[in-house]
Every structure is written in structure tokens, then in C-alpha cells.
């Protein structure tokens, strides 16, 4: 098993910036993959960016790049969200998730979420 426990959300005014942690523990050498998911208010995820086993980042959204910057630490166990000039439409829950590989399937430990709340 793998535990995910995220942490760093939080509100912010429309241009500010939040750094999200995801600190694994447990049988970390099982997973490869860690990746980025919000949940806005709805039921859907949608994933944010993810970074491989080689430390090559991924980002889904559009609109997050050139704003989000994900990267993992040497230990391989904590990986970061960095989040600039955010705006409303990034309100949401975001959460971690592991797995083996940078697709939604593939990830099979969850966190809990951390929120992150931009007022309009």
C-alpha cells in the first residue's frame, strides 16, 4: 500500500501562487508515476499534469501550461504542484495520485485532496 498525503492549498486572489506537496509513504518503490487531478464542483476529475518514472512532466490542461510547473524530489516520494497566476477557474480540489504510469487508469492510490480556492 501507499499513503498520499497533499498539502499546500488554500484561497488565493486571482493572480497569486500556491505550491501543492504530495508526500508518498509506504511501498513507494511499487509506483512510478505521480500525477496531479482537481475536481471543480461536479463529479468529474480532470487531470492536471502528471511526471513519469523518468521525470518527465506531463500536462493536460492547457490552460495550466506555462502557469504549473510539476517536478518530483530526489527521494522520488514528494512531488509538487507549482501554481502561478491562478484564477478562478482553478478553484477546486485538488488531488495526488500514484500509479504506474502517467494515465488516469493507471493511478491507484489517492490523497485525500487539498483545496484551492480563487475568488472571482
Known amino acids: 500500500q501507499v499513503q498520499l498525503v497533499e498539502s499546500g492549498g488554500g484561497l488565493v486572489q486571482a493572480g497569486g501562487s500556491l505550491r501543492l506537496s504530495c508526500v508518498a509513504s509506504g511501498r513507494t518503490k511499487t509506483v512510478y508515476a505521480m500525477g496531479w487531478f482537481r475536481q471543480a464542483p461536479g463529479p468529474e476529475h480532470e487531470g492536471v499534469s502528471c511526471?513519469?518514472?523518468?521525470?518527465?512532466?506531463?500536462y493536460y490542461l492547457d490552460s495550466a501550461k506555462g502557469r504549473f510547473t510539476v517536478s518530483r524530489d530526489d527521494s522520488g516520494d514528494t512531488v509538487y504542484l507549482q501554481m502561478n497566476d491562478l484564477k478562478p477557474e482553478d478553484t477546486g480540489t485538488y488531488y495526488c495520485?500514484?500509479?504506474?504510469?502517467?494515465?488516469?487508469?493507471?493511478?491507484?492510490?489517492w490523497g485525500q485532496g487539498t483545496q484551492v480556492t480563487v475568488p472571482s
Open positions: 511526471i513519469s518514472a523518468e521525470d518527465r512532466p506531463t
Open positions: 495520485a500514484a500509479g504506474s504510469h502517467c494515465i488516469y487508469d493507471s493511478m491507484i492510490y
